[in-house]
């Protein structure tokens, strides 16, 4: 009859007629049993309803929890259905999946990183955030935990690993393209620009008030390359969107397409809000490109099938998680994590911008 009592590796041991250490080896090194004493171990184990050692026992015997946190700044959803985010994650597991680690998800709320209780409850070996505000409060609870910590999207302290990209050149680069084809009319698709459910057009008080390093630097690059051309920035019609998906760059074309005069090209910071654009620009009966240029960001694989192909700015984001798992390792096992460098971005040019119609 099976004990009362709350099993133990000693109960076991007892039973079987073998060592603790013995019983220890078949769940944590089974290597070192033959088939025959593990199945001895593992039926003794079962029938005295036994599920196995203690994860947490474990994880501070071994100062492993075998496991990585990302704190986000967003749905748990937005993870599994955002393109960029997805190819992210997949470089990410990529790294760490060889060394035994996985991912603890933390999700965010509006506009912000995750709950601090959560980061401070969080049983992993290191914390990457992604996309975070300026000192976000999470952000300040994974500092206080002292565990390795890797900044993705964010510029950082001093002496802390970071990911970046280079925004405020895709961000330029893009508009001069429209430039060059002879758009001097844009308007701009923006992400949320800073805490607060925010939806429609912004001032510069809104822009004075960013907390997203992403955003901030790819509109630094929109206004340094319309600056160049001698294009006044405040006049440039700047929609935030409180989410990045393509019903909110679908809501933010239609505003801008009745607005006047009307933009000849739009600029949406992300693909999603770019076929969003897309989608409106068809509703409203404007061709792309002849009567309307459309430009994304990210090159998520979604923009070559888009209808038209799209024009955008292609970032390494599988290549961006890789190089966080990286680091993080690195930090982890106490090897030099090594000099940051901004990633590149490039312009792909596909069939959604041509010269505009002279009018």
């Not at 509703?283 to 038209?308: K, M, N, Q």
């Amino acid at each position: 009859m099976p004990s009362t009592d709350r099993p133990t590796l000693d109960t076991i041991a007892n039973l079987v007629g073998v060592s603790r250490a013995t019983v220890s080896n078949a769940y944590n090194r089974p290597d070192q049993l033959s088939a025959s004493l593990r199945e001895r171990i593992l039926a003794a184990a079962a029938s005295l309803g036994y599920a196995g050692p203690d994860p947490t026992a474990r994880s501070l015997r071994t100062g492993r929890a075998g496991a990585v946190g990302v704190l986000m700044c967003d749905r748990l959803s937005y993870a599994f259905s955002d393109p960029a985010a997805v190819l992210f994650l997949d470089g990410l597991a990529e790294v760490l999946e060889p060394e035994g680690a996985g991912l603890l998800l933390l999700p965010g709320t509006q506009a912000a990183g995750p709950e601090p209780h959560l980061v401070r409850g969080a049983v992993v070996d290191g914390l990457v955030t992604y996309c975070l505000p300026d000192e976000d409060p999470a952000l300040g609870v994974a500092r206080e935990r002292g565990i390795p910590l890797v900044l993705v999207d964010h510029p950082g302290r001093s002496g802390e690993a970071t990911v970046r990209v280079d925004d405020p050149g895709g961000g330029a680069a893009i508009v001069k393209h429209l430039l060059e084809l002879g758009h001097r009319r844009l308007a701009i698709v923006s992400y949320e620009l800073g805490p607060g459910h925010r939806d429609g057009l912004v001032d510069e008080h809104r822009l004075d008030g960013m907390t997203f390093a992403g955003t901030r630097e790819r509109l630094g690059g929109y206004r340094a390359a319309l600056a160049t051309a001698g294009l006044d920035w405040p006049t440039t019609p700047i929609y935030e969107c409180d989410r990045n998906g393509r019903q909110a760059g679908r809501a933010a074309a239609t505003a801008l397409l009745a607005g006047q005069p009307r933009p000849t090209a739009i600029v949406a910071m992300s693909d999603e809000l770019a076929m969003g654009v897309l989608e409106a620009a068809h509703d409203e009966g404007f061709d792309v490109p002849r009567d309307l240029s459309v430009v994304g960001y990210d090159d998520t694989p979604g923009a070559a099938h888009a209808t038209p192909p799209l024009t955008t700015v292609r970032q390494p984001l599988r290549d961006k998680g890789q190089r966080a798992g990286r680091r993080l390792l690195a930090l982890r096992d106490g090897r030099p994590v090594g000099r940051s460098r901004r990633l590149p971005t490039e312009v792909v040019v596909r069939s959604s911008t041509a010269q505009p119609e002279r009018r």
